[in-house]
């Protein structure tokens, strides 16, 4: 499941906010290219965890997903 982390947020650095569906089909497409499969459940559930550890957003009533700045480091 790692590696559709790192899907997830490569796509989003790569192409910057999606809607959630667009970001799905195109992960869905890599883990595909390389003969895996990947369901919209294990889709969402990596995607929830990435929000919950503060790596992404999903904002609004269309589902946008961007990044999440992270703050400047001080000093």
């Known amino acids: 499941m790692a590696s559709v982390h790192l899907l997830i947020v490569a ?6 906010a999606l809607p959630e569906k667009d970001l799905y089909e195109s992960v869905r497409r890599a883990v595909e290219s390389v003969g895996g499969e990947l369901t919209r459940n294990e889709f969402l559930k990596a995607l929830m965890t990435l929000e919950l550890r503060g790596y992404v957003r999903v904002e609004g ?12 480091p001080s000093g």
């Open 11 to 16: 796509e989003l650095l790569r192409r910057g």
């Open 61 to 72: 009533a269309r589902r946008i997903v961007q990044l999440v700045k992270s703050p400047a």
